[in-house]
């Protein structure tokens, strides 16, 4: 009888770089930090990409010029709430974090890569890529 064999990759997520990623991505999402260009840019990689929620592919630049648009309020309730965020070390300073999001009662499912900068930029974790996936109607899968 064969035996199936599986590799099973180790668990990282207490890794301090797969910590500091969540955070990052954490304070990305307070809209304190989205309406301010110098905080956000702290935590963008200067090659970011994204492509959004909406199919829309954003460079660096133009994602930093939109978020103040895009932050939310906490006030009203209008921001988005993270839930089942979970990293994974990718390679030394490199790792990729997958959550859902709601905002205005919207489902989004996110990923992220995220990589430790030079030591001359600083050397914190800084989101190189996001995307954004529209969770149709009631999608029940988690």
């Known amino acids: 009888m064969e035996r199936e ?9 207490g890794h301090p770089d797969v ?5 990052g991505e954490l304070r990305l999402l307070d809209p304190a930090v989205r309406s301010s260009r110098p905080l ?3 935590l963008l990689d200067p090659e970011f990409t994204e ?3 909406s199919g829309r ?8 010029a939109a978020l103040p648009d895009m932050a ?3 006030g009203d309730g209008t921001h988005h709430r993270p839930s089942a965020v979970t ?12 959550f859902e999001t709601v905002r205005d009662g919207r489902r989004a499912r996110r990923s992220s890569v995220w990589r ?12 190189y890529y996001h995307q954004g996936t529209p969770v149709p109607g009631e999608e029940a899968q988690p």
């Open 87 to 98: 990293g994974t070390l990718l390679a030394p300073g490199v790792v990729h974090l997958t």
């Open 5 to 13: 064999t599986r590799a099973h990759a180790p668990d990282t997520s």
């Open 19 to 23: 910590v500091e990623a969540v955070e």
């Open 116 to 127: 430790r900068a030079s030591p001359a930029d600083g050397g914190r974790m800084r989101m």
């Open 57 to 64: 592919r954003w460079t660096y630049e133009e994602i930093l």
């Open 51 to 53: 492509v959004g929620a």
């Open 72 to 74: 939310g309020d906490p």
């Open 40 to 42: 956000a840019a702290e």
